[in-house]
């Protein structure tokens, strides 16, 4: 019954390979995110989209690359990994655009995946 | 500029003891919130508290927001081992579609 999931929950791969992390909610919300956590914790903003369409992009290297198939699913595609992608990547997701805007967009997590890039 | 810098960075404390610990912001917001994560996990919604209020609570949750000094304090009482966590707030800007999220408050309740 898990509303955020992601797969995989760790992933260990060889710079300059090409990976995609898969992100699903069972929530019917209409907004996904994905985070990046760095390894004091820090958590950035990648990308926002509201309906299958991008809302967020932020600065981003072009390595980078979302994809929303349906409103219940985001995948990040990784180009090109580099040492400095190593971090934790969350998946989010929040009710709708409008409530978002209205600020009642309190965000549910999935539980994160590990990338390591060697 | 970064929303939401937590201070102190590190609390360590006793079952039983309470954990206070904030956030300051720099903008005007429309609502703070305050999630925790668990190790190894991802975030998990506390509560909400918008601009217009002053202190919100929910079961052993205490937060309070003062806009004229941009901050926030979370207070848990009676703390426990499960409470063992790094607590995070974020801002929500009006129109802004986002939330940005401070940098995290270590919480260690020793049994």
């Known amino acids: 019954d898990t509303a955020v999931s992601q797969t995989p929950k760790y992933l260990v791969t060889q710079m300059g390979n090409d990976k995609s992390i898969k992100c699903e909610q069972n929530l019917g919300h209409d907004t996904m995110y994905w985070y990046k956590q760095d390894s004091k914790k820090f958590l950035k903003i990648m990308f926002s989209?509201?309906?299958?369409?991008?809302?967020i992009n932020e600065t981003v290297p072009n390595r980078f690359s979302p994809k929303s198939p349906d409103k219940a699913h985001l995948n990040l595609h990784i180009n090109s990994l580099e040492l400095g992608d190593s971090a934790v990547y969350f998946c989010?997701?929040?009710?709708?655009?409008?409530?978002?805007?209205?600020?009642?967009?309190?965000?549910?997590f999935g539980p994160g995946t590990r990338l390591t890039v060697l | 500029s970064q929303q939401g810098e937590e201070d102190p960075q590190a609390l360590s404390i006793q079952e039983g003891e309470n954990a206070t610990m904030n956030c300051s912001y720099k903008?005007?917001?429309?609502?703070l919130q305050w999630y925790r994560q668990n190790s190894g996990r991802g975030l998990v919604h506390l509560i909400l508290?918008?601009?217009?209020?002053r202190e919100k609570h929910s079961g052993r949750l205490r937060v309070t927001l003062d806009t004229s000094k941009k901050s926030s304090s979370l207070l848990i009482t009676a703390s426990r081992a499960a409470d063992t966590a790094s607590y995070f707030c974020a801002t929500a800007v009006y129109g802004n579609n986002r939330l940005a999220f401070g940098k995290g408050n270590q919480v260690v309740v020793i049994p």
């Open positions: 989209y509201n309906n299958k369409e991008l809302i």
């Open positions: 903008t005007s917001i429309n609502n």
């Open positions: 989010a997701s929040s009710q709708d655009l409008a409530r978002l805007a209205g600020g009642e967009n309190e965000q549910f």
């Open positions: 508290i918008r601009s217009n209020e």
